[in-house]
């Protein structure tokens, strides 16, 4: 596996490959992986002949009371984790050659609408981190695909409508989210839940799969379960940022002729906000 900081070899490493006629696959990360990440990788190999992963713990994306510095950074053990699965490429580029003219000044790609709902309402300019960081590792990576969990599934909304809107030339793909054996969604975040809380914190699947069961078992009355399942998340320890149950397609209310749901849930447990969602079908 080749490691490239530099925007340059990279670039040079690209070029050879299409004029080998392979088909690009890549994973942008900001490291710590763990299963889930690996699994991108996996699902990248399977379509592409060759696969770049980029490790860049972004600051763009972070909010002011979030502590960028505090984010995990394990960059041997990922390097090693990527090596054993066949990856062609770690890229990991440096803040001070990404955002060159200083984060005040840099260009910025905004998806209107959809970046300002539900976690980009409790993340105010997240998302414009998110798409900002993504549309320049296109840029420099130049892939055909590109892969990211549904764990994040707005993140994955949010990318979708980034290449649609600006017609770039790649494919996107989402990979299901992976699952500890208890059902507690995988996430870097994890790391930080002490060991009681990681007792407690698959109850937040457990309480979106009841929500989805009620759902399709027929109830309606979306706003009277989710106060009902936030109050048993608050019993349970966690302090519920949302709760939300919307139309898998544009992540708005659902009308009645919408029978792709998804049920998207933030929650606090102690520090740590997790996040999952999980798809709800009427058909
Ligand atoms: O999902 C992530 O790890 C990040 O948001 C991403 C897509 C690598 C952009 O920094």
């Not at 510095?69 to 090596?83: C, H, I, K, M, V």
């Not at 414009?128 to 969990?149: D, E, S, W, Y």
């Not at 139309?247 to 997790?274: C, M, N, Y």
Request: charged letters at 25%; one cysteine or more; aromatic letters at 8%.
């Amino acid at each position: 596996m080749q490691r490239i900081s530099d925007i340059l070899p990279l670039r040079e490493q690209r070029r050879k490959w299409q004029i080998d006629g392979k088909v690009i696959g890549f994973v942008p990360t900001m490291g710590n992986l763990h299963q889930g990440h690996l699994q991108l990788v996996k699902e990248a190999k399977k379509v592409c002949d060759v696969v770049v992963v980029s490790i860049f713990v972004n600051p763009m994306q972070f909010g002011p009371s979030e502590d960028l510095d505090a984010y995990p950074r394990t960059l041997e053990q990922d390097s090693q984790y990527l090596e054993e699965l066949g990856v062609d490429c770690l890229f990991t580029p440096r803040a001070k050659d990404i955002y060159a003219r200083g984060l005040e000044q840099q260009t910025f790609v905004e998806v209107p609408g959809i970046s300002y709902m539900i976690c980009g309402a409790s993340r105010p300019g997240h998302f414009r981190g998110v798409a900002t960081i993504v549309c320049k590792l296109f840029n420099m990576v130049q892939p055909n695909h590109a892969f990211f969990g549904e764990k994040d599934f707005q993140q994955l909304q949010v990318i979708k409508a980034m290449v649609q809107d600006l017609s770039m030339n790649l494919k996107i793909h989402g990979v299901p989210t992976v699952r500890e054996a208890d059902g507690l969604a995988m996430s870097s975040r994890n790391g930080y839940l002490t060991e009681s809380e990681r007792k407690v914190a698959p109850i937040l699947y457990q309480s979106m799969l009841k929500l989805s069961e009620q759902i399709v078992a027929g109830r309606r009355d979306f706003r009277k379960l989710i106060n009902e399942h936030s109050l048993t998340l608050y019993n349970s320890g966690f302090k519920t940022d949302y709760i939300e149950i919307r139309s898998a397609d544009t992540l708005l209310q659902p009308g009645h002729e919408d029978t792709e749901l998804v049920i998207l849930a933030a929650a606090f447990l102690g520090k740590t906000r997790l996040i999952d969602n999980i798809p709800v079908s009427l058909e």
